[in-house]
């Protein structure tokens, strides 16, 4: 469990992991409503009183305590990669049950998490095919409609 009444050293180091979850979430594609409640679920399992979060499309801007405590990032615009979201939003939700022992169990997964590879381009060339198909025939579009929105798809993906 996470300290109750953490030091000042404490509250530090949960500040940057809370951070640092957000800004991974950003990186990977995540809704910015999202992130930022994700960082106030975070904040709050690691006791940080008064934590404030302001998220953008290209930052995140936050305080705890009584504005001691203050970090900017800013978040580079780079390729999606839900798979990481959805652990990171798993992380989240094991640190606010209490299945997180302590913030250096926390930090190890955030860093697997990031180590996680991206999909092939193979892959995500087809699936842009694929998802173009599907959305056409899903639409009301006819086989030979199906067919040709592949086509774009996999030139587009």
Do not use: K
């Amino acid at each position: 469990m996470f300290a109750q009444n953490p030091t000042p050293e404490q509250r530090c180091r949960a500040l940057e992991l809370v951070m640092e979850i957000g800004a991974a979430l950003m990186e990977n594609g995540a809704e910015v409503f999202r992130v930022q409640q994700t960082m106030y679920i975070i904040a709050h399992a690691l006791h940080l009183r008064e934590f404030t979060v302001y998220v953008i499309a290209n930052g995140i801007f936050a305080t705890a305590g009584t504005n001691e405590l203050s970090a900017l990032r800013h978040i580079p615009i780079c390729g999606m990669h839900l798979g990481r979201v959805t652990e990171l939003n798993a992380l989240s939700r094991d640190m606010a049950e209490g299945r997180v022992e302590n913030i250096t169990q926390a930090e190890m997964r955030v860093a697997f998490i990031r180590a996680i590879p991206p999909s092939p381009p193979w892959a995500q060339v087809a699936a842009s095919g694929a998802g173009a198909a599907f959305f056409a025939m899903m639409f009301g579009g006819t086989l030979a409609d199906g067919l040709a929105a592949a086509a774009c798809g996999l030139s587009l993906g």
